[in-house]
């Protein structure tokens, strides 16, 4: 049984967490004690197996330890992303039906407005305060016993979408029930082959109200490993983290590898990094450039792993794999992959459309069975809105999602593929590039850029970025046009926000 109730037993002085700012540590007899009192809690309230919470917090201790209870109690579990609007927020609570909510004291603010707007919510519990309607989380839960309540079946997560391309949809794993204590089969072989282990000390970077870095921070715990959680990112931070905590393991999305190695050189020089096993990264195709560049700094550790919240990982690609298939994310691992046009006909290696899985983690989304046929083919192949294509070894690359993607003069244009190149401008913070109206060809491109200096925005670091991309990628495929904001729409983690940017010049 891979459980915290073992940990506290064989290793029970040892780390279970590690906050990274305070450096507080949480022992796995602590942990356990925790994570048996609000199961405990749950209980007494009356929440039952397949019976929903909601969580809104920042990241925190308590949020890995609510989760793992929630498992021992097996509910399903909704984390909100924090950059969601009041109304989607609302949205999500109600869709899912949470009978029970927390939050903390930094929302209290956004906790008031929805009260009223949740009325399917039973219970409300708010750590570091309290406000009308909402009991203390501490108070609370330190009136059980640290004991273990009887446990059945695992819970799990109904997460929703990130949002990025319009209303969150929440997500259904219509997979079987396992025990507690039992990995999802999902994780169990990509854990396998990351080794992930009861020695492992995992850095975990992003924030937990998404898939990812929630899925492994707890599949971590349930390995016996050492969780040390960042409450933001800072790339100088992380890289002292690292020495400072003899980290094995570390998950990240390409936006932090390029705020890393926009480091200066003594910076990133500085820490010793060579306790780091195994780098996993995900979330959005990485730039060629900015890869080479990390695997010429920490090796070939990193690790590729490409899916959905919908469907886990379904692709994985080593460094030395890499290597030779330059810009893949690797080869089908849990479903075997197609690529079919608009018309459902099968496309031949190298030529882009629509990613289909066949087999792999069944899924639906919540109340959505329009929207669940439509990712379905007449075959029960699904697919999750992202475009690529195979090569001939069957090793997928990533081009965009479809709602991305610009047509200007009937040629369709892939804006990751010139994301992927500007990013790299020593002057570009951050950029996205999307469509925007044109009478003679539809569409043309347009690149809204951050600059690492806001007072340089303006037509000369226009022209020089737009003659930096054509000097790399077909003229096509580059910006007429470049626009420069203070500041990005991009969750920390990683999800570029790109409807709201689009919105703007609708």
């Known amino acids: 049984m891979k459980h915290h109730t073992r940990y506290a037993e064989t290793k029970s002085s040892d780390s279970a967490i590690i906050m990274a700012d305070s450096g507080q540590i949480i022992t796995w007899r602590q942990y356990d004690r925790k994570v048996n009192r609000i199961a405990q809690y749950f209980r007494d309230i009356g929440l039952w197996e397949k019976d929903h919470i909601a969580i809104l917090l920042e990241n925190c201790e308590a949020y890995i330890e609510i989760i793992d209870a929630a498992m021992d109690a097996g509910l399903l579990i909704t984390t909100i992303s924090t950059h969601l609007k ?20 930094k929302f209290a603010e956004l906790a008031k407005q929805i009260s009223d707007s949740t009325p399917n919510v039973i219970h409300r519990l708010m750590l570091g305060a309290t406000i009308d309607g909402y009991e203390s989380f501490e108070e609370t839960v330190s009136r059980y016993e640290g004991v273990p309540i ?26 079987a029930d396992i025990p507690v204590g039992t990995l999802d089969p999902s994780m169990e072989g990509a854990f396998a082959l990351f080794r992930i282990n009861e020695e492992s000390v995992y ?25 040390v959680l960042m409450e933001k990112f800072d790339a100088e931070k992380a890289l002292s983290l690292i020495e400072q905590h003899k980290v094995t393991h570390s998950q990240w999305v390409p936006t932090m590898f390029i705020r890393m190695l926009k480091l200066p050189g003594e910076i990133r020089s500085k820490y010793d990094i060579t306790s780091m096993q195994l780098v996993i990264h995900a979330a959005a195709p990485c730039p060629i450039q900015a890869k080479e560049e990390m695997i010429e700094w920490w090796g070939p550790i990193l690790s590729e792993f490409w899916g ?43 030529e882009p459309g629509i990613i289909y899985m066949e087999s792999g983690r069944p899924f639906s989304y919540h109340k959505e069975p329009e929207k669940t046929a439509a990712c379905r083919n007449e075959k029960g192949w699904t697919n999750i809105g992202d475009i690529g294509y195979l090569d001939k070894e069957g090793y997928l690359y990533l081009t965009d999602r479809k709602s991305f993607m610009i047509i200007s003069g009937g040629v369709n244009i892939y804006p990751q593929e010139t994301e992927n190149v500007l990013i ?8 996205a590039v999307i469509g925007v109206p044109n009478e003679e060809f539809g569409e043309e491109i347009k690149a809204v850029v951050q600059p690492l200096n806001m007072a340089e925005a303006g037509p000369k670091l226009e022209k020089e970025l737009i003659e930096y991309c054509r000097g790399r990628i077909s003229h096509i495929k580059c910006p007429k046009t470049i626009d420069f904001m203070e500041e990005f ?18």
Request: charged content about 20%; hydrophobic content about 35%.
């Open 150 to 175: 009887e446990y059945s079946i695992s819970g799990t997560f109904m997460l929703y979408s990130s949002g990025t391309t319009g209303r969150p949809k929440g997500i259904r794993w219509e997979i």
């Open 424 to 431: 790299m401008h020593d002057k570009v913070v951050d950029v």
């Open 489 to 506: 729409p991009r969750t920390p983690a990683g999800k570029l926000m790109k409807r709201v940017i689009l919105e703007k010049y609708k």
């Open 86 to 105: 009041q109304e989607e927020m609302e949205y999500v609570i109600n869709n899912s039906e949470s009978k029970l909510l927390i939050t903390s004291e």
């Open 308 to 350: 959905g919240t919908e469907t886990s990982i379904v692709t994985i690609i080593s460094s030395q794999e890499w290597l030779n298939h330059k810009g893949s994310v690797g080869k089908g691992v849990t479903a075997r992959l197609h690529i079919l046009d608009d018309d459902g006909n099968e496309l031949p290696p190298h």
């Open 203 to 227: 850095l975990s970077t992003q924030p937990l109200y998404h898939s990812a870095p929630a899925v492994f921070a707890v599949s971590v715990l349930q390995s016996g490993g050492t969780v």
